[in-house]
């Protein structure tokens, strides 16, 4: 079943009235797609965080119920790009792409990572994600959710790359098939084992130390006999 979001359209421009938008929960945005000008709509807050939700995240094609002077008018769209408060972090600004189901369209989509490497971290080593969304290509309606990547069998030189991460029906990866995409890094020992090493290292210096400068008093002391 679609996923339907409920937008308004004609709202004002400028900032002044997007903040008022946000003071009533609001989040200015702006819908765009192939021949049509830019439209610009605003969604209540607790719905498009409703809408979001599922597995697909902001990768769920929303049917977007635009109100407008003429009606309501439904169209296919995903979240394209989200502007967030620099501080908050809550959403300020939603941007919406109007999507052809039956043409393809470039998303992101998380990847997560599962099971416990336990040839690396009886090295001492740690599993590393190099990146944490990759880029596909797909039609709106087969986008994976997400991309999760087993780790079980890494070993320390293990690299996961791009081509190793497979890709479901209808779905393309898109750039260097050779980028890594999971690594292993090679922890340091940790600090209280360096820290005690050296600790034993400048007592045996002190101890040597010591050793010296009572050997030498002890041949002084009879070279001074003699000499009487």
């Not at 169209?75 to 959403?91: G, M, S």
């Amino acid at each position: 079943m679609p996923t339907v979001l409920v937008a308004e359209s004609g709202r004002a421009a400028g900032s002044a009235a997007s903040r008022r938008l946000r003071r009533d929960d609001k989040i200015p945005g702006v819908l765009y797609g192939q021949g049509m000008e830019p439209l610009p709509v605003s969604v209540e807050r607790r719905e498009l965080r409703i809408a979001t939700s599922g597995t697909a995240g902001f990768n769920t094609v929303l049917d977007l119920a635009i109100d407008g002077p003429d009606g309501r008018q439904v169209y296919p769209a995903i979240v394209k790009e989200l502007q967030r408060h620099p501080v908050r972090r809550t959403v300020s600004h939603v941007d919406f792409l109007q999507v052809n189901l039956d043409e393809e369209i470039h998303v992101s989509v998380p990847l997560h990572l599962a099971g416990e490497a336990d040839a690396v971290v009886a090295n001492n080593g740690l599993v590393d994600a190099a990146v944490d969304s990759i880029e596909v290509a797909t039609t709106p309606r087969t986008i994976p959710d997400e991309f999760v990547i087993d780790i079980s069998a890494m070993e320390m030189d293990s690299v996961i790359r791009l081509a190793d991460v497979p890709m479901p029906a209808g779905v393309t990866a898109l750039g260097d098939p050779e980028m890594p995409v999971v690594t292993v890094l090679v922890m340091r020992a940790p600090v209280e084992e360096e820290a005690e090493v050296e600790g034993e290292a400048a007592e045996g210096e002190a101890g040597e130390g010591a050793e010296g400068e009572a050997g030498q008093g002890a041949e002084g002391a009879a070279g001074d006999t003699a000499a009487e």
